[in-house]
């Protein structure tokens, strides 16, 4: 799937400096980037125009009415100072993610020796990627997972068909 991400700057004194990623329940989401003023921004696009891409030449086009329709009054909603941004870059990207499910898959490959799987996070890697990180260290050094339980996240349920849902990926 392909993914547009836009950047935007707000020049109000008021404007946040620091923050967490934010998404709003519409799905549109912002975090700062860089200096004073600079973030980036994005929403999932409706089903019906998010169609499986076939290569790269799917990422020479930014949906640029995103921004324009659905990012900025989303914003300007949610904090006010954002009424007067100006898009400022843009660029569209693949998005990965499994297609079972939408969550990572973590562990040993059943079949293949040596293969340690950790990937298909779909969205979220970055907001797992500690507990992802340790998990494969573990098991690298000593074999198994010591610090929690990850056998949810095993490649077993993709070879088996069992999907574990997660209702809050874009």
Request: charge should be negative.
């Amino acid at each position: 799937r392909r993914r547009c991400v836009f950047v935007f700057h707000c020049r109000s004194p008021e404007a946040p400096t620091k923050g967490p990623l934010t998404v709003d329940p519409t799905g549109v989401y912002f975090r700062p980037e860089g200096g004073a003023g600079q973030f980036i921004c994005g929403v999932s696009p409706p089903a019906e125009e998010d169609p499986d891409c076939d290569g790269p030449e799917a990422l020479d086009e930014v949906h640029h009415h995103l921004f324009e329709d659905v990012i900025w009054p989303t914003l300007a909603e949610r904090v006010p100072v954002f009424e007067e941004i100006k898009q400022t870059g843009a660029w569209a990207g693949f998005y990965e993610y499994n297609t079972l499910d939408a969550n990572a898959v973590i562990g040993p490959h059943p079949d293949v020796p040596n293969l340690v799987l950790c990937n298909g996070f779909s969205g979220h890697g970055l907001q797992q990627a500690p507990a992802a990180g340790l998990a494969v260290a573990e098991i690298l050094t000593r074999g198994r997972v010591e610090s929690f339980d990850i056998e949810r996240l095993s490649f077993d349920r993709v070879v088996e068909g069992r999907p574990m849902p997660e209702l809050n990926v874009w």
